[in-house]
């Protein structure tokens, strides 16, 4: 195999933050409007665009050696891929999407089983076939191109099985969930014959590990602090630290340093707490990935 690893991107609305998530691993990768082959600074790559739909296809026939898509897209194309490791996230949230049953707010749907001799309309035919099938209710499944929401509001079916995130959109359309189906998130897959290519599994790892660190960076910040060599104890006590803090000695001094990654969420909460404990010099830094 040559020494160039075939990743592919997902297109659409994954894109965006796939591409986010790359920079802050240490990968630029730039698209354009013109083309299906985004640049990127590492000669070791060679990146192309694919529907997130048919990335698992493409990565296990050998067109993609490595490529992020969802569990869900896995399962629908019943694709023997290997999971290198979960990667949540997401255009709107760091949780996972959900396949939900939908029908309207006034119908008298109010459960799976009520769908008997019904039908239903959604892009995830396979796997709500197969779902549909495991609980003994025989339902009548179509494709939709698109717009599915808008199908069972207009009445041309009786519910749809959709994907969401926060369900804001599906309230917004005066429409109610009935049932979830399954959760996903995105996953970093492989195809298995490049697996068994020493290079590329190196290479693979690499890639995992990285995007693995920033994924785990997010939401999290450094702080770093001078304290007086008295008051160690009473500071080290108000921090929710990831790990032990930092402590070191200031040179010439009774000062003392103190470093932490914490949540950067409760920051507002505790420096003025650390501020009366006689903290001084306290620096809050971003991080991009942790490893």
């Known amino acids: 195999m040559s020494n160039k690893l075939k990743l592919g991107i997902p297109k659409?609305?994954?894109?965006?933050?796939?591409?986010?998530l790359f920079r802050k691993s240490g990968w630029n990768l730039k698209t354009s409007s013109r083309s299906y082959f985004p640049s990127v600074d590492d000669n070791d790559l060679k990146c192309s665009l694919a529907r997130a739909q048919e990335m698992s296809k493409y990565v296990d026939?050998?067109?993609?050696?490595?490529?992020?898509?969802?569990?869900?897209?896995?399962?629908?194309?019943?694709?023997d891929v290997e999971i290198i490791c979960d990667l949540v996230y997401s255009k709107v949230s760091a949780k996972p999407t959900r396949w939900v049953v939908v029908v309207p707010n006034g119908s008298e749907i109010k459960t799976i089983e009520d769908l008997q001799g019904k039908r239903i309309s959604t892009e995830l035919v396979g796997f709500t076939t197969e779902y549909f099938k495991?609980?003994?209710?025989?339902?009548?499944?179509?494709?939709?191109?698109?717009?599915?929401?808008?199908?069972?509001?207009?009445g041309l079916v009786d519910a749809v099985v959709e994907v969401t995130e926060t369900?804001?959109?599906?309230?917004?359309?005066?429409l109610k969930i009935i049932h979830e189906m399954m959760q996903s998130n995105t996953q970093l897959i492989a195809n298995k014959e490049a697996m068994k290519d020493e290079w590329k599994r190196k290479k693979i790892n690499q890639i995992a590990t990285m995007l693995g660190s920033a994924l785990k960076a997010q939401g999290m910040v450094g702080l770093k602090m001078n304290v007086p060599k008295d008051n160690v104890d009473k500071v080290i006590e108000l921090i929710p630290s990831l790990n032990a803090p930092t402590v070191s000695h200031l040179y010439n001094s009774d000062w003392m340093s103190v470093?932490?990654?914490?949540?950067?969420?409760?920051?507002?909460?505790?420096?003025?707490?650390l501020i009366d404990s006689g903290a001084e010099g306290i620096i809050e830094y971003p991080l991009n990935k942790l490893i």
Not at 67 to 73: A, P, S, V
Not at 141 to 148: D, L, M, P, R
Not at 263 to 272: A, C, G, Y
């Open 134 to 154: 495991s609980k003994g209710i025989d339902v009548e499944i179509e494709f939709s191109w698109g717009a599915t929401e808008a199908k069972v509001v207009e």
């Open 61 to 79: 026939n050998g067109t993609f050696d490595l490529g992020l898509t969802g569990k869900d897209w896995i399962l629908e194309n019943k694709s």
């Open 167 to 174: 369900g804001s959109t599906i309230k917004a359309h005066g």
């Open 12 to 20: 659409g609305s994954l894109e965006k933050a796939t591409i986010e």
């Open 259 to 273: 470093e932490v990654i914490i949540s950067e969420t409760v920051v507002r909460e505790i420096v003025p707490k």
